[in-house]
């Protein structure tokens, strides 16, 4: 798979003024309040395109709920793969696994994160975040994920997705297909962010489809 070296993109985090730093904070509250708002009990979480972790990593490391956090991150660039897992050993997650049944296991994976044989098997999410991604893929791209993302997110489970809203915006659109996969909107970013920022979450309000696996999510254009 050929994909754009996307090392660089990060360093507008550090940067607390900068859109992305804004956007961050809002992915990070989304985070705190589905872990605030998970029933008692496992807490699953997939995050595709994981990136650096920047968001999940240090919400779950300092939220009280860590140790019923199993998390799965994929990512494709290795560099990049490996500054989220030396993130989340440096945070203590990795320690925390159960060795009889891997629940607490944070595990960060090298690889396709369209590609549902890296996450078929790890059942319906109760926190799906697909953060970066609706930027850099095809309206069709984006409705075919959404639509699959209902099989991802467990009943009760929350999606969170950010896109620009850049006309023309595809936001609306992007409500109308959770909407279809049966998901309430909980709560969107702030509009007095910058148009390249808008951040929202839902919730599955549906029993999940067993995930069929079959063709890959997504193809990043950009
Ligand atoms: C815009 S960044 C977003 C990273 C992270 N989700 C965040 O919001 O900070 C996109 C990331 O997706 C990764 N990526 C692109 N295509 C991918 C794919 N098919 N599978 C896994 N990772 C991918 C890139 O390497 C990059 O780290």
Known sequence: MEL????PWFAAYDDPESPLAGRLAV???GITRALDEAAAGPIRILSLCAGEGRDVIPVVAAHPRRADVTARLI????????????????????DQTDQS???GAFTVVTGDAADPANFADFGPADLLLLCGIFGNISEADISNTVARAAALTARGGTAIWTRHRREPSLVPAIHDWFAQAGFAAL???DPALPESVYVA??????DPAPFSGGDKLFTFIK
């Open 4 to 7: 754009r070296d996307w090392k």
């Open 27 to 29: 992915v990070r509250d």
């Open 75 to 94: 990512e494709f660039d290795p560099e990049i793969a490996d500054v989220a897992r030396n993130a989340a050993a440096e945070a203590g997650l990795t």
């Open 101 to 103: 049944d891997q629940t």
């Open 187 to 189: 709560w969107e970013s």
């Open 201 to 206: 979450g839902h919730r599955q309000e549906r």
